[in-house]
């Protein structure tokens, strides 16, 4: 008796907080703001940072080590294709010739006697041959086959003569290419546009692990590109010919035009890769634009940003990007519609992208397949129709909602948001 009566006051009290939460629930009231679905023109963009470089530049090194006795250019001068840069003292190279123009003499001098001793040898072992061929007693068996030997050997002498001449011709070859390289011309028409050397100093040899080699840049500043790090999740959506906008903070309240000309196909090497240590790197891919009007007085090195267009679209229904929610595919009960197709049984997703419709005072969660991002609206690609009201806000009311949920409009906050703007054209 106890037992059932423990049981009955249980129940009831489960019954009266199961009827107060009921209660509860149905009188609770979110406030959002609305709009409705309208078609506006949308241009869906990827920004990344980066600089300003010269679409054509050369790095000026040396291959040969000396002192700079004649610097003629200075940082920022024009320059035409074959102007003198630089000269590196040229004495040692020179002394470097004389010694293989003297190697040269001695081979060909060599060359010449051993020319002279293959012939007397030939000679020698013709006329011995001459004389056993008549039989006469004047010559002995042995002495024709040693005249023989004797020319033979000496003809492969003559050969390593000639081949010590070539030798050194190409040691001459050699010495006058490195004298040569102490003058250091322009190898195209263009500016100074970096200058790390002075009058006096040790040109040293260009190495790729060694920086301190590079001695001056010539760059061709008529065509200039800016030069940004796109993130690997964005890199997909650019291909080159897309215009893209670019500002320059040497430049304020001006935006250049471009165009995409190169995406990298692999990932920008981090400068010191040891620093990662164990945690995750950010994977940027570099992208070139070429800009179509540089602004006098552009330079290598200033920073830029540019937004890159990767799609558009015209007059599109469209939702702002603040309405769209997820919902668990568990918690959703798709409500048949006359007007809009059901949703594919095979759909496995966990969770569904849609809006909130208005119906009265009360939400039904709408699902939508969604295109492309302009600045503040999503692409409506299916899913609902233009001018269905939906709740576009906020971001904490469009969490607190559930299909089903009352609510009740925030007048003043809608027309505040409606008298903003979206930055976007719609109609």
Do not use: W
Not at 206 to 234: F, Q, R, Y
Not at 397 to 422: F, K, P, Q, T, W
């Amino acid at each position: 008796m106890l037992k059932a009566f423990i049981a009955v006051v249980v129940l009831g009290v489960l019954g009266a907080m199961g009827y107060l939460a009921t209660q509860r629930e149905a009188g609770r009231v979110v406030e959002v703001r609305v709009e409705e679905v309208g078609q506006r023109s949308l241009v869906a963009e990827v920004s990344a940072t980066g600089h300003i470089e010269p679409k054509t530049h050369v790095d000026i090194t040396t291959d040969v080590a000396g002192r700079i006795i004649d610097l003629p250019v200075e940082e920022g001068q024009d320059v035409e294709e074959g102007d003198l840069l630089l000269q590196i003292d040229p004495a040692l190279f020179r002394a470097a010739v004389d010694r293989a123009e003297a190697g040269v003499a001695q081979a060909r001098a060599s060359l010449a006697q051993q020319q002279a001793a293959y012939d007397q040898a030939q000679r020698d072992a013709d006329r011995l041959t001459t004389l056993q061929e008549r039989g006469t007693d004047f010559v002995t068996e042995a002495e024709v086959e040693q005249a023989v030997t004797g020319a033979l050997v000496q003809r492969r002498l003559l050969e390593a003569a000639e081949h010590q001449v070539e030798q050194a011709d190409a040691n001459l070859d050699q010495e006058r290419d490195r004298l040569g390289k102490t003058t250091i011309r322009a190898p195209m028409s263009g500016k100074i546009t970096r200058l790390n050397v002075e009058r006096g100093e040790t040109a040293i040899v260009g190495t790729m692990n060694n920086p301190g080699s590079l001695l001056l840049t010539v760059a061709d500043l008529s065509v200039m590109e800016a030069v940004i790090e796109v993130d690997e999740t964005d890199v997909p959506d650019i291909v080159i010919g897309d215009s893209a906008y670019i500002e320059i903070d040497a430049f304020p309240n001006q935006r250049f035009v471009g165009t995409v000309t190169e995406i990298g196909n692999s990932s920008i090497v981090p400068r010191n890769p040891s620093q990662a240590g164990g945690s995750a790197q950010a994977i940027d891919f570099e992208v070139k634009i070429e800009l179509r009007a540089p602004p006098e007085g552009i330079r290598p090195d200033l920073s830029a940003t540019a937004d890159v267009i990767t799609n558009t679209r015209d007059n599109v229904p469209s939702i702002p990007i603040t309405a769209l929610t997820l919902m668990d595919a568990d918690e959703y009960e798709e409500i048949p519609s006359e007007n809009l197709p059901p949703r594919p049984q095979s759909e496995t997703l966990r969770d569904i992208e849609g809006v909130f419709v208005v119906e009265g005072d009360r939400v039904r969660f709408r699902p939508l397949e969604i295109g492309i991002a302009g600045e503040s609206y999503f692409e409506v690609v299916s899913g609902i129709e233009v001018g269905t009201t939906i709740v576009s806000g906020s971001f904490q009311a469009i969490r607190e909602l559930e299909d089903g949920s009352r609510i009740r409009v925030n007048r003043a906050e809608n027309d505040a948001a409606s008298s903003n703007g979206s930055g976007e054209n719609g109609r």
